[in-house]
């Protein structure tokens, strides 16, 4: 057959150059098509969104829970709880954010917990921040000072968990301590409260004068410390007795409380306190302070005071039951 016809072999039909030219093109694009399949499947294998797991303990909500019961017996920690203060732009205006923090020091300043003050505060649980010890020795540092003005109004739950713990409140402001239970009780701050429990140790803070008051199912396994400087003192309630004390250097002794308590208070950086069980210590320091030759001489006064002796002029101290 003539042209634009063509032979396709001596059983083949005949076939136009048109319809060959349109076969040839939609063979290369099915294939162009294929291609780009494969291509798009490839890169699809290659690109992928991948959500790395988040620290379990960081939680960005008003409730901060911090859990450290899990890191295994030989692991201590120093929790430290601050606020921070951030100046974000938001439609070009400058507003500053007050921001709690719960930090382990003990891991590279790791932040483990944070929230806004504001929406801390404003959470309808009465306690939002709680913090559970693990078995190793957990110290809970307050830096009060570091919340200036600001109020948290949602006092801080301090589990020690296992192991020989502490708190220590720093603050620049006196100090209300409570200890009205075994290793348990409250802080109550100028700005900050803890209640706290399994907890062996207490520190104030230096320079300061805080208050420790027991109560009369109050013990503490540990050692109650004042803090260096000021004047801090401890006050019995609820009819608690001493039985027996000793007194060390520096403001130190231990304290026996008559039963039902019968348990043993070691302190450290106490300043002069009536202690009970027959021992008065009386602060003189200002008569020393303010004598010329600074002269000072203690003698016995009978079974159970001192006789003080500055410049000549004598100071006694009675007796107590």
């Given at each position: 057959m003539?042209?634009?016809?063509?032979s396709?072999?001596?059983?083949?039909?005949?076939?136009?150059?048109r319809?060959?030219?349109?076969?040839?093109i939609?063979?290369?694009k099915?294939?162009?098509?294929?291609?780009?399949?494969?291509?798009?499947?490839?890169?699809?294998?290659?690109?992928?969104?991948?959500?790395?797991?988040?620290?379990?303990?960081?939680?960005?909500?008003?409730?901060?829970?911090?859990?450290?019961?899990?890191?295994g017996?030989?692991?201590?920690h120093?929790?430290?709880v601050?606020?921070?203060e951030?100046?974000?732009?938001?439609?070009?205006?400058?507003?500053?954010?007050?921001?709690?923090?719960i930090?382990?020091?003990?891991?590279?300043?790791?932040?483990?917990?944070?929230?806004?003050?504001?929406t801390?505060?404003?959470?309808?649980?009465?306690?939002?921040i709680?913090?559970?010890?693990?078995?190793?020795?957990?110290?809970?540092?307050?830096?009060?000072?570091?919340?200036?003005?600001?109020?948290?109004?949602?006092?801080?739950?301090?589990d020690?968990?296992?192991?020989n713990?502490?708190?220590?409140?720093?603050?620049?402001?006196n100090?209300?301590?409570?200890?009205?239970?075994?290793?348990?009780?409250?802080?109550?701050g100028?700005h900050?409260d803890?209640?706290?429990?399994g907890?062996?140790?207490?520190?104030?803070?230096?320079?300061?004068?805080?208050?420790?008051?027991?109560?009369?199912?109050g013990?503490?396994?540990g050692?109650m410390?004042?803090?260096?400087?000021?004047?801090?003192?401890?006050?019995?309630?609820?009819g608690?007795?001493?039985?027996?004390?000793?007194?060390?250097?520096?403001?130190?002794?231990?304290?026996?409380?008559?039963?039902?308590?019968?348990?043993?208070?070691?302190?450290?950086?106490?300043?002069?306190?009536?202690v009970?069980?027959?021992?008065?210590?009386?602060?003189r320091?200002?008569?020393?302070?303010?004598?010329?030759?600074?002269?000072?001489?203690?003698?016995?006064?009978?079974?159970?005071?001192?006789?003080?002796i500055?410049?000549?002029?004598?100071?006694?101290?009675?007796?107590?039951s």
């Amino acid at each position: 057959m003539a042209f634009p016809f063509k032979s396709e072999g001596i059983s083949g039909r005949p076939i136009s150059h048109r319809r060959a030219k349109l076969s040839e093109i939609l063979k290369a694009k099915l294939a162009r098509l294929v291609k780009g399949s494969r291509v798009q499947r490839e890169l699809a294998d290659r690109i992928r969104l991948i959500f790395d797991p988040l620290e379990p303990r960081l939680l960005l909500n008003a409730d901060l829970n911090v859990n450290l019961a899990t890191d295994g017996p030989n692991v201590d920690h120093e929790i430290l709880v601050r606020l921070i203060e951030e100046v974000q732009t938001v439609n070009n205006v400058a507003t500053t954010i007050q921001q709690v923090q719960i930090i382990d020091q003990t891991d590279g300043g790791k932040v483990l917990a944070f929230g806004d003050l504001s929406t801390i505060n404003a959470s309808a649980n009465t306690s939002s921040i709680s913090i559970t010890g693990g078995s190793g020795r957990d110290t809970l540092k307050i830096d009060e000072d570091s919340f200036g003005a600001n109020t948290l109004s949602k006092s801080i739950l301090f589990d020690g968990g296992g192991g020989n713990d502490k708190v220590v409140f720093d603050s620049s402001a006196n100090t209300a301590w409570t200890l009205n239970g075994n290793n348990a009780g409250t802080i109550n701050g100028a700005h900050v409260d803890v209640a706290f429990t399994g907890t062996e140790n207490l520190k104030g803070a230096d320079g300061n004068n805080d208050t420790f008051t027991i109560a009369a199912a109050g013990k503490l396994s540990g050692t109650m410390d004042g803090g260096f400087g000021g004047q801090d003192t401890i006050v019995y309630s609820g009819g608690l007795a001493a039985s027996s004390a000793t007194l060390g250097a520096n403001g130190s002794g231990k304290v026996t409380f008559a039963n039902p308590n019968g348990s043993t208070l070691a302190f450290e950086n106490m300043e002069p306190f009536a202690v009970g069980g027959g021992v008065l210590v009386v602060d003189r320091s200002a008569t020393v302070s303010a004598a010329a030759n600074k002269n000072v001489t203690v003698q016995a006064n009978g079974a159970n005071s001192l006789r003080v002796i500055i410049d000549g002029t004598n100071y006694d101290s009675a007796a107590t039951s």
